[in-house]
């Protein structure tokens, strides 16, 4: 008679052992497969770590990113509180811009001031939230602690944003951007597929037991804290790469002016995104409101929804991703640019709640591909000696758009109509991409930029 014998600890911890380097193995073979050629043993392990990185990040922020509002809301906030909870998160986070650029040129060194303020200081806010039932128990001051705790991880992940955008651009060889953003954001999607309802479900068990009426809210905040601890530590282990030209950049310590007069293209890219980001903040906070107030749609249908978007998100990765290393970043975000204006049309013409399925499988699919190639023309049409402070002008755009436009579109869906601002949004839209096509394509396209890197190589030469 076979007899089985249950797993000692060492033999446990051994099979774990194999299942990790088996799983690692099989990342690195794929990573090879994304370069045009063969990569040295130490970017290898950057590109794989940094890719983990991504993945412990996207799960940590999906413990949390969904549930701040619901755990203030859980203290009683009123909307007038929640809204102040994302504005000063955005306000505060467009502030920490400029100087984490200038803090990044002043230091030369671009690892160190990404680890300590995105990783370390950054999570140091989830640590609070989980600590926050057991140290406050008046429903204002705890309101007023989870607001100035969001704001201070927006600082900290935005001090940080220049310097690791400028790291990532010497980190991923040019030629294989396209195929590794995408993988990284396919896992990083999948992640918050898994994630999300996960933590949904985690919070309605744990509620309320043993007394405890926030204990639900303080599993994920913490669960949020240890991987993003997991994604610190793995970027940690990344060698940042050798600039030969350091000196001379600490040096010019780069000036805006700088940075707009070396990058043909730049100011256009920033102007563009302005008008275009405008545009969707107009519209973007209410298309769910106008499904659940105006056409009657539950929670389970947002929730599906969403489930559509991201699903299709996961297949315009890996479309959009291989689609950029053969036509170039400049090709995808004209031709997904060109139609997403046509998203918040089509809202124009829904009359039930399940219309914008449809909507929302091309949303999906769409938005993967433009992300995608926006993120490579940021990291092509900046500067490389002025890479921090051009990055930090463009994110502050963004990040001002994204204040005044849902003030304005909140304004105009409760004076005139919904419609008006979905109408609104998609002409704004159009109008971005126009002032894209004007000021930035014909420049990229004249020095090489955006293209796929054997045709950059030929229009520079």
Known sequence: MDMHFPETPAEHSHLSQSSWHAAIRALDHHLERCAEGPLSPERLSCLRYFWLDGLFSAISDNFYVNFITLFALAYGATNGQVGLLTAIGSLIGAVALFPGARTAEWLGKWKALVVWTGGWFNRLALLGFVCLPFLVTEPS????????????RAFMGNFANPAWTALV???????????????????????????????GQLIKAFNGWQGLPFLGYQVVFGLAFLFGILGTLSFLQISEPSRPTLEIQKRQRGSLRQAIQTSPGFLGFVISAFIWNLALQIAAPFFNVYLVNQLHGTTSIVGLLAGVSSFFSLVGQRVFGRLLDIKGALWVQLITGLLIPGLPLAWLFVTNPWQPLLINAFGGLLWAGYNLSNFNLLLELTPDDQRPVAVALYQ????????IGPLLGGYLADTVSYKLIFGLSGIGRVLGMAAFLGLTARAAIRYGKGLPARSAVTVRS
């Open 141 to 152: 001051l705890a309101i007023a602690a989870i607001i100035a705790l969001n704001a201070w």
């Open 396 to 403: 502050t755009v963004v990040f001002v758009s994204a204040v």
């Open 169 to 199: 651009a010497d980190l991923v060889p040019r030629g294989m951007r396209g195929r590794y953003f995408g993988s990284r954001n396919m896992a990083m999607g999948l992640a918050a597929l898994v994630v999300a309802p996960v933590a």
